[in-house]
């Protein structure tokens, strides 16, 4: 068995459905279907790197994807 400190992908992707999950709870209104919410998606730590290299695309630093979950 491995063990180690440091969060792998997987732990990153938990950590940010978590988040998501906890977001649309926050700004959904009760009774409102959750479609209707909007987030962004921008990597932890990715924003400064998406506006230094415009024309790039912008791998998560934690997860190595491009793409929301």
Known sequence: ????LRPRAKD???EGK???????AAIVPPGA???AAF???HPDRGILPMLEHPDQV???PGTGRIAVP
């Open 58 to 60: 912008i791998r998560s």
């Open 1 to 4: 068995m491995d063990f180690t």
């Open 33 to 35: 279907r959750a479609r």
């Open 18 to 24: 978590q988040r998501i999950l906890e977001a649309i």
């Open 39 to 41: 987030l962004s998606g």
């Open 12 to 14: 990153y992707l938990a």
